[in-house]
Nanobody, 120 residues
């Protein structure tokens, strides 16, 4: 019900825009988020946006470089990633949560992940 896309291989300093399209749920009721997991590491919070798009949260490591946004008309959440670094390399997952947002987001639904690789 969550389909993530937009990952790829990019050089240091480059940009990517991830998309996550939702289906089968009332998208506008859900807080949406992005998490990532690098090989050998635990999944970590990246960013979330509330159902109304009024409040956003970012991990310190991506503040000022990443921007989360959503289109309730298109049932899609985005993650614009600029000034990418090698440490941003990971599989990125989108999540939908009815109640929780920010780092506390647990996710009622999860996407399948999209790979982002930043080469130096």
């Amino acid at each position: 019900q969550l389909q993530a896309s937009g990952g790829g291989l990019v050089q240091v300093g480059g940009s990517l825009r991830l998309s996550c399209a939702a289906s089968g749920l009332t998208f506008r009721r859900y807080h949406m988020g992005w998490f990532r997991q690098a090989p050998g590491k635990e999944r970590e919070f990246v960013a979330t946006i509330t159902d109304s798009a009024i409040i956003t949260h970012y991990a310190d490591s991506v503040k000022g470089r990443f921007t989360i946004s959503r289109s309730n008309a298109e049932n899609t959440v985005y993650l614009q990633m600029n000034s990418l670094k090698p440490e941003d390399t990971a599989t990125y997952f989108c999540a939908a949560d009815l109640i929780h947002f920010g780092p506390a987001m647990r996710g009622n639904y999860w996407g399948q992940g999209t790979q982002v690789t930043v080469s130096s």
